[in-house]
């Protein structure tokens, strides 16, 4: 099952144009964006605003992921304070992955930004949250806050933006985008075996886990013959014909 580790900013300092902080409004990117990674089958492991980069890194090697994808606004040099926009999607230019995924995101991000010409997918030696993760990386600078412009966009758009991110991501792992309207409760009805969850909506995927006849799960969406379900805190696809929605 891919699996992503979801580093939204800290940087409580960074103030945007017409109040708030990067820190906030990463951090609601991100909240917008949870329903949709679940109901795409991609799971997560998330910072805290508490946590820094560098403890974000170090979190993110810790464990095994497929992904590292960090979420932030830009902001320009004092000199040019409120002149800039755009999107700028950062990776490490070793990383195939890295610049992989960038250009992924670029590309979809270019779809729904004002001004399409000024997303990039841009190389980088100097971001600690591209260079020194473990896992494939992408930076975010999502745009800049401090241009009104752009930060009136990032404000008014972060349901939109967090599922063009996720669709992405989607496009990245080889998954269908499914789009999230709720989380309905459901039982597992295999006539007594265990019901396979998948980490692909297909039969020849990888057994993710395996959930006993009569358990309840969440249903957050549907590819076809497939749910996307969650379990035991784990987002996965199931054959639709052995679960039965609740009323």
């Known amino acids: 099952m891919p699996k992503i580790y979801l580093s939204p900013s800290t940087q409580e300092f960074n103030i945007y144009a017409g109040g708030g902080t990067e820190e906030e409004y990463m951090n609601l990117l991100a909240d ?68 992989e995924a960038a250009e992924i995101i670029a590309s979809n991000l270019r779809q729904i930004y004002p001004d399409p010409e000024l997303v990039n997918a841009v190389p980088t030696t100097g971001i600690g949250e591209v260079k020194r ?5 992408v930076l975010v600078e999502v745009a800049y806050h401090d241009n009104i412009s752009d930060e009136e966009w ?8 967090a599922s063009n991110l996720v669709l992405s991501l989607t496009q990245y792992f080889g998954l269908p985008f ?6 309905r409760p459901a039982v597992v009805k295999t006539n007594g075996g265990n019901l396979n969850i998948r980490e692909y909506p297909s039969s020849d995927s990888d057994i993710n886990s395996v959930v006993p006849n009569g358990s309840e799960v969440a249903v957050l969406g549907q590819s076809g013959p497939w749910y996307s379900v969650y379990h035991n805190g784990t987002a996965g696809f199931a054959f639709s014909e052995y679960i039965s929605l609740s009323l």
């Open 32 to 99: 917008f964006m949870e329903p949709y990674l679940l109901s795409s089958g991609i799971n997560f492991v998330r910072n805290t605003p508490e946590m820094t980069a560098a403890s974000s890194i170090r979190q993110s090697n810790e464990g095994n992921y497929d992904l590292h994808l960090a979420l932030h606004s830009n902001a320009a040099p004092e000199y040019l304070s409120g002149q800039l926009r755009g999107s700028d999607v950062y990776y490490y230019p070793r990383s195939v992955k890295g610049y």
């Open 133 to 137: 993760t473990k896992a494939p990386a």
């Open 154 to 161: 990032i404000k008014n758009n972060l349901g939109e933006i």
């Open 178 to 183: 499914i789009p999230f309207t709720s989380a």
